[in-house]
């Protein structure tokens, strides 16, 4: 039987890797340029889950064919 992952609410860019594939180097080029809202904590930065998944679907592909 498989178990549900759970989330944490913010991300380091590891963990956006493990959430949705997307590379550390991908990741932080969104956070600088803006595309994708980020929170300095200290030296760390976290990414929220709500704003990963908001920049997911508003830029998904789907083929209409």
Request: proline fraction near 2%; charge should be negative; glycine fraction near 4%.
């Amino acid at each position: 039987m498989a178990t549900a992952v759970t989330w944490p609410e913010f991300m380091d860019y590891d963990t956006v890797r493990q959430y949705c594939g997307l590379s550390r180097t991908s990741t932080w080029r969104l956070v600088k340029s803006g595309e994708l809202e980020a929170v300095k904590l200290g030296r760390m930065v976290k990414v929220r889950k709500s704003s990963l998944d908001a920049y997911l679907e508003a830029n998904s592909y789907l083929d209409d064919e």
